[in-house]
């Protein structure tokens, strides 16, 4: 999902923003999943990884689950969450979260 954040020139230096997404996927794909967020401002796309250090930080809680309903089948599923702190202008632009396992490389 691609996410913009609301007017900034409102929230600027107000506080923090959270946004949070999930993916359910294959159990069989958990060991090669690769999770992220792409941030655009326009002008530029950059990747926030994982991290728990300083004013952007991204988390992630992943878990593997069994669906005891019919049909039976193994998934998986993630939850990842955005927070900047102390929101700016700079911060304005698109957010997306990405999720890719070896089946989105396989030709």
Known sequence: PKRHLPNLSVLEDSGDVY??????????????????WI????????RILPNTAGRVQGKALQGRALILTFPYRKVSTTYI??????????????????ATTRLDSAV
């Open 39 to 46: 941030f655009n401002n326009g002008v530029q796309t950059s």
């Open 81 to 98: 969450t955005l927070t900047i702190g102390h929101v700016s202008l700079a911060d304005d632009g698109w957010y997306t979260c990405l």
């Open 19 to 36: 946004m949070r997404c999930s993916f359910t996927y294959d159990f069989a794909l958990h060991d090669s999943l690769e999770i992220s």
